[in-house]
Structures are given as C-alpha cells and as structure tokens.
C-alpha cells in the first residue's frame, strides 16, 4: 500500500477538444462548448442548449462497421483510451507484458441505445444481438477490455456525477494493492433525451450558459464527453520511460445520507477532510480547488460552505474554479475530466477560469477565477464531485517532482 501511484497518460473527449492539447489551450481561453442541441428535437423543451461533442468523428478511432453497434458513451470511451494509450506511449502489442485492467464510470451511459431499442421494438424493428449487449452499463468498460486485450480486473461505477472520481480512486487501489500494473481509469457519458428531460423537470438547466458562483446563475447545462487516464506505480513508469503529469495523493468518499438530489454541506466537507488526511497534507497545502460548480443555487451554495467550513479564513486565498462553466456537465465524465485539468493545472502551474462570472454572490465569495486563467504554482490540487444519491468524491493530485 505505500506504492507512489502516477498519471501517466492523459485521453480526452469533450465539446472544448479532442485530446488534451486542444482540451487545456481551450480551458485557458475560456472557450466555451455550448451550443445548441441537434442529437434530438428540443421544441418540447423550455431550453435548447448543451455541451454536446460536435467535433467528435468516431471513425477515426473505430472501424466504421463497428459504429452502428456500439452506444455513445462507449466509442467515446474506446477513442479517449486510444489517445491516452498513446499519450503514455503504449502499444497494444506493448500491453501484452501488463496486467492491465479498466476503472470506468458513468452516470446513464446506455440511455441512448435503450431509448434507440425501446422505439425498434415498438416498430417491431430487427435488433442486432450485439446491439442488446450496449444496453448495460457497463458496455464502455468491456470494450475497452475487449479492443486493447486488458485481461485485469474491471469495474463500472454508476455513482452518477462522481463517477469518475471513484475509478480513478478505485485504479488507484488497485495498484497499490498490487492486483494490477496498469489500469485505463475514467469516465464516458452522451448527452441523452430522458437526461434532459429530467434536469429540464428539475428546472435545473440554464437558458443559455452555465454562471458557476454567480449570484444570477440559473443552472447547469447538460453535456457529454469521456475522460481517460493512464495510472499505474512509479516504479513501473520510470521503468519503461513514462511522461508523468502528476501523482495521486489519495482521496475522500463519503455518502451524505441525507436526500436523494440536495447535496449535504457536512458530508460534502467531510469527503474533503477525508481526502486531505489520506494524503498526508493539510488544508495548508492545497493550492488549488477544481470545484464541482455545476451552477445551480443550491449546489454552488452548498459546496461554498463546505469549503469555508474545510479551508477556514484561507477559503479566500485558494483559487477554486468550475471547469463547467465552459464545458457543461458531462455528467459521470465530469469529474475525470475534471481530473484531467488538475493534473494538467500541476503541471504547468496555470489555473483554468471560471467562465461567464459576471455578478459576485455574497454566498459564494471564494476566488472562482474568473473569466480568465491565472498563472499560479499548483504542487497540490484536490478535484471535486458531488452526485446525486449522496455519492461524493474529492481527489488529490500532487505535482511529481521526482523525488
């Protein structure tokens, strides 16, 4: 258990960029990639606006045959494995030598293809067998085993928008209890009808852009995207020659047990102060908060108190932003997406903004970062995600210095 973990290769999806180059050039100038919705008709709909992935061509990743038999949230996943593969400098040929395994999350990955199945079988439509199999949840996971041959373990996590933060934990236990070398750990999840119904239900989606901690914030906006990271042990990393972006310091769970959709400030600093011990530091340390920001009232609200209550009077002095603001929120992918930025924001020692800041919320008086990003030493940066049914997850990722 006293195994360094690290971060060593980095696959993204997401309405901002392909692959993490253009994904970080885009965070730090504040592009935003929400657009209008075209995947499904919105007239019935009070908004028309998403996050979704228009620059996204499966093709390049997938053999085209393929495609039509496999959901979104799956060639997602495949193609942001594919690119963090290659990102970390691996081959599936140079896999073979690894106990490989895949952490994966989302938070309702299949809702596509069951609403595509439910309307052949009211057509009395012929389905493909291979069709049925992307109906469970745990689809993206297994063909990420199938295509790059990882014969390790497997996991899916459906803890909805903190999903991602609890494979890249659970890879990280992995590890460190030595039941694998490698793990591919991450997050897929497509926009869907029956998702944006239900947050338009909520009346939780906003109009026309995402204002994490402003005080005239109206909501979030749904999105979609994957996030995939490399994780495996120092060791084997400096072993084979691995560019490192940051090390896992630990992390935090927690289950609020306290309502089904209103977050609970007390389990949601407690997820935090768990993160914090288990990585050893003190809220002293913390240089940087990848907050979970989804802008909605109670949400940011709730996570700003959470923070005073952890941080204290230094709550003021941390930059905290909300990636959000200019992706929207991809849901289950979020919080490895997020982990993404962080490792990233370490590495360069830059912040990515929160975007669309306009009116200071007396309630929400931290350092959101706003509009613009901001040179900023980053040896320590915990990443957020706060989920329906209670599900919390904070992370620690440490700059890698080498020693």
């Not at 060593?8 to 180059?21: D, Q, R, Y």
């Not at 928008?161 to 039941?179: E, F, M, S, V, W």
């Not at 009232?297 to 959470?306: G, M, Q, T, V, Y």
Request: glycine share 8%.
């Amino acid at each position: 258990m006293n195994k360094r973990v690290v971060i060593t290769g980095l696959g993204v999806i997401s309405s901002i960029g392909i692959g993490w180059e253009e994904f970080w050039d885009s965070l730090l100038n504040g592009k935003s990639g929400i657009s209008p919705v075209s995947s499904f008709d919105t007239t019935p709909y009070p908004t028309h606006f998403g996050g979704e992935v228009k620059i996204f061509n499966p093709e390049e990743f997938i053999v085209k045959e393929q495609l039509p038999l496999m959901n979104r949230a799956t060639q997602m996943a495949l193609a942001a494995s594919q690119l963090a593969l290659n990102d970390s400098d691996l081959t599936p040929e140079g896999l073979y030598s690894y106990r490989v395994g895949v952490s994966h999350g989302t938070t309702l990955g299949a809702a596509q293809t069951i609403e595509d199945v439910d309307m052949l079988l009211i057509h009395n439509k012929e389905i493909h067998k291979d069709l049925i199999y992307q109906m469970f949840t745990y689809a993206p996971p297994s063909m990420i085993a199938k295509e790059f041959k990882c014969n390790g373990p497997l996991f899916m996590f459906s803890t909805a928008c903190a999903a991602g933060n609890y494979a890249i934990a659970y890879g990280y236990d992995l590890i460190r209890l030595n039941r694998a070398d490698i793990i591919l750990a991450g997050a897929s999840d497509p926009i869907s009808r029956i998702e944006y119904t239900g947050f338009n239900q909520f009346s939780a989606v906003a109009p026309e852009k995402c204002q994490p901690f402003d005080k005239n914030r109206k909501g979030m906006m749904l999105a979609e995207g994957a996030g995939i990271l490399i994780i495996e042990s120092l060791e084997n990393a400096l072993k084979r020659n691995a560019p490192i972006y940051a090390e896992i310091g630990g992390y935090g769970l927690s289950c609020d047990a306290f309502h089904m959709t209103t977050a609970s400030v007390e389990g949601i600093a407690e997820c935090m102060r768990k993160a914090i011990r288990e990585a050893g530091i003190t809220v002293e340390d913390v240089d940087y908060v990848s907050a979970h920001g989804t802008g909605t009232l109670a949400n940011d609200k709730a996570e700003c108190a959470a923070i005073k209550e952890v941080f204290g009077p230094r709550y003021k002095k941390i930059p905290i932003s909300s990636i959000k603001s200019m992706l929207g929120h991809t849901m289950g992918a979020a919080s490895a997406l997020e982990a993404i930025a962080c490792c990233l924001a370490a590495k360069n020692d830059l912040v990515p903004p929160t975007i669309n800041f306009e009116t200071p919320d007396p309630e929400c008086d931290i350092d959101c970062v706003p509009n613009q990003a901001r040179k900023q030493i980053v040896n320590i940066a915990l990443n957020n995600s706060y989920a329906f049914g209670g599900n919390n997850a904070s992370l620690v990722l440490k700059k890698y210095s080498g020693s």
